[in-house]
């Protein structure tokens, strides 16, 4: 296959700093990343391994407020005007300063759609609404563990895109994609949903076997992995996130 | 609201989790609706709480705190006197007993103080489960003679490192590793607040506690007046309080950790404190201590256990219907309460629990003396002697530490080290 894989890519707001962090994104986009999804560091962050929650915690200990993170993505907006940028974060910040408010400045910073894995899609806060009202989506995200009349249901909900969690836990563990990762990926699209998959995808072998039964392919701890280790050289990270972008995105 | 409807306790409650464990969640919840109706299983668990944890516990009539502080008659629940130490044992052996009639062979749990995850391991011990118990690294350190005992128990304790290090971070690496291991491990979470099905859950098998009390008092014709229980994630206090809930003559009366000061970061106050609002964490929507963003703020206090930003969605709810009054104790009544009623009473209150006896000490005037207030100590102080020690003989403690680790490290039998001084 020598088609280009959409991508999208994850990165922690801020992390290691606001310019590393602007470095690393400038070098996913040349890599081939379509979609920047951009993680606004919460103080408890439980769906995430302990390579993104120690970068969290990192971020915020120097006191970094959710207005830095928007103001991070609204650089990356003036820079990138076309490429997409979801925001991803933990209930806590979108319910705290309220659903809407926070959705409205969401938007005004350039995010286009917003994953809060923690507001069920059933029981959101008011998060699908908001995100209609500004021009965003609400990405839910499917877990292969669901019952299948939840799943069902949340197939059959109308919404655009569903982020599949392609492994049972959390970020940060390779993921190892057979049968039962497609089946699932079946049943998350079969009310019409584009898929966003990913969880645990390291390696362009495994982009090319999910590259075609998604909209994109999903990856985050590898490059939250790069930054962490090469955060004192950013010629290098620079480099190996681009080498591994275009691995994932066979270009 | 004796119960929730939909998991929802008014405007708490809720399940606000990633969908990875929405499915466990519903699985215990169908298989504690089952359960809490089968006869065989509630019989087991009955003999346990016998036999096992010792119930029922006294209702202890303090005569002498009662004359000292004037007003209402002093009643002490001593819960503490259960197996373990504490009333966290209903509750663990509750989940303990219901995990394994689900199949699971693997139990997780998170805990403060170290109550919570004792209890746990002692459970797991007695039924046969493999049991490894998360802990907060500070935690960790201020509370070893429990970490002790869990490993005797055949626990494994896991220090958390993430975070503050703390409770709320021993509760996240438990939801991660659920997340990861769901199909052949239970999750017995401490206190009652998480997602639902765990408020109703925890406060059902923590009832007992309440019941005990309303036969006793029946028994003996006592007249409460007002009931106080300390409140951290509240497990104790809705237990205590969950038979009285309709009972509109009884104040019930939680006491939260006061820390230092009414300060952000001093205290652990989330019904008193300004600093609170309604939030959305760890899968529940509650009060808890939270900065304008949304994240969590430091909590301080001297107990452990009472050393968190959120509380149970019950006691919220029941707070802000009014029908349980909150108030806030300082460290220094916490510590004052211990010494009081160790002294007058020959009873060693833990930390926590001396929030609601401090609380008692403050309002036990407002009552006539026909009138009975009974207090939660839901675990005794023993636990604790690393924490009061330095505190009620700093001297002789530090002494002590020296000698101890001269003595370890020169590798010296007990008998052979060096005096302490005085005899």
């Given at each position: 296959?020598?088609e280009?894989i959409?991508?999208m890519?994850?990165l922690?707001?801020?992390?290691?700093?606001?310019?590393?962090?602007?470095?690393?994104?400038?070098a996913?986009?040349?890599?081939?990343?379509?979609?920047?999804?951009?993680?606004l560091?919460?103080?408890?962050?439980?769906?995430?391994?302990?390579?993104?929650?120690?970068?969290?915690?990192?971020?915020?200990?120097?006191?970094?407020?959710?207005?830095d993170?928007?103001?991070?993505?609204?650089?990356?907006?003036?820079?990138?005007?076309k490429?997409?940028?979801?925001?991803?974060?933990y209930?806590?910040?979108?319910?705290t300063?309220?659903?809407?408010?926070?959705?409205?400045?969401?938007?005004?910073?350039?995010?286009?759609?917003?994953?809060?894995p923690?507001?069920?899609?059933?029981?959101?806060?008011?998060?699908?609404e908001?995100?209609?009202?500004?021009?965003?989506?609400?990405?839910?995200?499917?877990?292969?563990?669901m019952?299948?009349e939840?799943?069902?249901?949340l197939?059959?909900?109308?919404?655009?895109?569903?982020?599949?969690?392609?492994?049972?836990?959390?970020?940060g563990?390779?993921?190892?994609?057979?049968g039962s990762?497609?089946?699932?990926?079946?049943?998350?699209?079969s009310?019409?949903s584009?898929?966003y998959?990913?969880?645990?995808?390291?390696?362009?072998?495994?982009?090319?076997?999910?590259?075609?039964?998604?909209e994109?392919v999903?990856?985050?701890?590898?490059?939250?992995?790069?930054?962490?280790?090469?955060?004192?050289?950013?010629?290098?990270?620079?480099?190996?996130i681009?080498?591994?972008?275009?691995?994932?995105?066979?270009? | 609201?004796?119960?929730?409807?939909?998991g929802?306790?008014?405007?708490?409650?809720?399940?606000?989790?990633?969908?990875?464990?929405?499915?466990?969640?519903?699985?215990?919840?169908?298989a504690?609706?089952h359960?809490?109706?089968?006869?065989?299983?509630?019989?087991?668990?009955?003999?346990?709480q016998?036999d096992?944890?010792?119930?029922e516990?006294?209702?202890?009539?303090?005569?002498?705190?009662?004359?000292?502080?004037?007003?209402?008659?002093i009643?002490?629940?001593?819960?503490?006197?259960?197996?373990?130490?504490a009333?966290?044992?209903?509750?663990?052996?509750?989940?303990?007993l219901?995990?394994?009639?689900m199949?699971?062979?693997?139990?997780?749990?998170e805990?403060?103080?170290?109550?919570?995850?004792l209890?746990?391991?002692?459970?797991c011990?007695?039924?046969?489960l493999?049991?490894?118990?998360?802990m907060?690294e500070?935690d960790?350190?201020?509370?070893?003679?429990?970490?002790?005992?869990m490993?005797?128990?055949?626990?494994?304790?896991q220090?958390?490192?993430?975070?503050?290090?703390?409770?709320?971070d021993?509760?996240?690496?438990?939801?991660?590793?659920?997340?990861?291991?769901?199909?052949?491990?239970?999750?017995?979470?401490?206190?009652?607040?998480?997602?639902?099905?765990?408020p109703?859950m925890v406060?059902?098998?923590q009832s007992?506690?309440?019941?005990?009390?309303?036969?006793?008092?029946?028994?003996?014709n006592?007249?409460?007046g007002a009931?106080?229980?300390?409140?951290?994630g509240?497990?104790n206090a809705?237990?205590?309080?969950?038979?009285?809930l309709?009972?509109k003559?009884?104040?019930?009366?939680?006491?939260?950790?006061g820390?230092?000061g009414p300060?952000?970061?001093?205290?652990?106050?989330?019904?008193?404190s300004?600093?609170?609002?309604?939030?959305?964490?760890?899968?529940?929507?509650?009060?808890?201590l939270?900065?304008?963003?949304?994240?969590?703020?430091?909590?301080?206090?001297?107990?452990?256990?009472?050393?968190?930003?959120?509380?149970?969605?019950?006691?919220?709810?029941?707070?802000?219907a009014?029908r349980?009054?909150?108030?806030?104790?300082?460290?220094?009544?916490?510590?004052?309460?211990?010494?009081?009623?160790?002294?007058?009473?020959?009873?060693l209150f833990?930390?926590?629990?001396?929030?609601?006896?401090?609380?008692?000490?403050?309002?036990a005037?407002?009552?006539?003396?026909?009138?009975?207030?009974?207090?939660?100590?839901?675990g005794?102080?023993?636990?604790?002697?690393?924490?009061?020690?330095?505190?009620?003989?700093?001297?002789?403690?530090?002494q002590?530490?020296h000698?101890?680790?001269?003595?370890?490290?020169?590798?010296?039998?007990?008998?052979?080290?060096?005096i302490?001084?005085?005899?």
């Amino acid at each position: 296959m020598t088609e280009k894989i959409k991508l999208m890519s994850h990165l922690v707001a801020g992390y290691p700093t606001d310019d590393l962090a602007f470095l690393a994104a400038q070098a996913l986009v040349r890599g081939g990343a379509d979609i920047l999804e951009i993680q606004l560091p919460f103080s408890d962050p439980s769906a995430d391994g302990p390579l993104i929650q120690t970068a969290c915690t990192e971020v915020l200990s120097r006191n970094y407020r959710v207005a830095d993170g928007l103001a991070f993505i609204s650089r990356l907006r003036k820079t990138f005007p076309k490429i997409t940028i979801y925001l991803m974060s933990y209930g806590s910040l979108v319910y705290t300063p309220g659903v809407a408010n926070f959705c409205k400045k969401a938007a005004a910073a350039g995010v286009n759609g917003m994953i809060i894995p923690d507001l069920p899609f059933d029981n959101d806060e008011g998060l699908t609404e908001n995100c209609l009202k500004n021009g965003m989506v609400n990405i839910p995200v499917a877990a292969p563990s669901m019952a299948s009349e939840r799943l069902e249901k949340l197939a059959n909900s109308g919404f655009p895109y569903i982020y599949a969690a392609l492994r049972t836990g959390i970020t940060g563990r390779q993921t190892s994609i057979d049968g039962s990762t497609l089946a699932f990926l079946e049943k998350v699209k079969s009310g019409g949903s584009k898929v966003y998959g990913g969880f645990g995808i390291y390696t362009g072998q495994q982009a090319k076997t999910l590259a075609s039964k998604v909209e994109a392919v999903v990856a985050g701890s590898v490059f939250v992995k790069i930054i962490a280790q090469d955060q004192n050289n950013p010629e290098l990270m620079e480099k190996e996130i681009t080498e591994k972008a275009r691995e994932l995105s066979n270009i | 609201m004796t119960s929730s409807v939909d998991g929802f306790f008014g405007q708490f409650g809720g399940k606000y989790v990633a969908e990875v464990l929405r499915r466990p969640l519903d699985e215990l919840q169908a298989a504690f609706e089952h359960y809490m109706k089968d006869d065989a299983f509630l019989k087991e668990l009955h003999i346990i709480q016998r036999d096992y944890i010792g119930r029922e516990t006294p209702l202890y009539f303090a005569p002498k705190a009662t004359e000292l502080l004037g007003g209402a008659q002093i009643y002490i629940k001593l819960e503490g006197l259960a197996n373990t130490g504490a009333h966290k044992i209903n509750n663990a052996m509750g989940q303990c007993l219901l995990a394994k009639r689900m199949g699971k062979t693997r139990i997780i749990a998170e805990t403060g103080a170290g109550q919570h995850g004792l209890a746990t391991a002692a459970a797991c011990a007695k039924l046969g489960l493999s049991c490894t118990v998360y802990m907060g690294e500070i935690d960790v350190r201020r509370q070893q003679p429990n970490v002790a005992a869990m490993e005797l128990y055949g626990a494994k304790v896991q220090p958390v490192t993430s975070g503050s290090r703390t409770l709320k971070d021993a509760v996240n690496e438990a939801m991660r590793d659920w997340a990861a291991n769901f199909e052949n491990t239970h999750y017995v979470l401490g206190s009652a607040l998480g997602p639902a099905p765990y408020p109703d859950m925890v406060r059902e098998f923590q009832s007992v506690i309440g019941k005990e009390v309303e036969k006793q008092c029946a028994e003996r014709n006592i007249e409460i007046g007002a009931m106080l229980a300390c409140v951290g994630g509240g497990s104790n206090a809705i237990g205590f309080f969950a038979p009285f809930l309709e009972k509109k003559g009884i104040r019930l009366i939680g006491a939260e950790a006061g820390g230092i000061g009414p300060g952000k970061g001093e205290n652990a106050s989330r019904m008193c404190s300004t600093a609170a609002r309604d939030g959305i964490m760890q899968g529940y929507k509650s009060r808890f201590l939270l900065d304008e963003d949304g994240q969590a703020l430091p909590t301080r206090s001297i107990s452990a256990g009472l050393d968190y930003c959120g509380v149970g969605p019950q006691l919220a709810a029941l707070g802000r219907a009014g029908r349980i009054e909150f108030t806030s104790i300082l460290d220094r009544e916490a510590l004052e309460a211990v010494s009081f009623f160790a002294k007058n009473e020959g009873i060693l209150f833990a930390l926590e629990s001396a929030h609601a006896g401090a609380a008692a000490m403050k309002i036990a005037k407002e009552f006539n003396p026909h009138k009975a207030i009974i207090i939660n100590m839901s675990g005794r102080g023993d636990k604790d002697v690393f924490i009061t020690s330095p505190v009620f003989r700093p001297s002789e403690w530090k002494q002590f530490l020296h000698a101890e680790i001269e003595r370890l490290e020169n590798n010296k039998d007990i008998h052979d080290t060096n005096i302490m001084g005085g005899c």
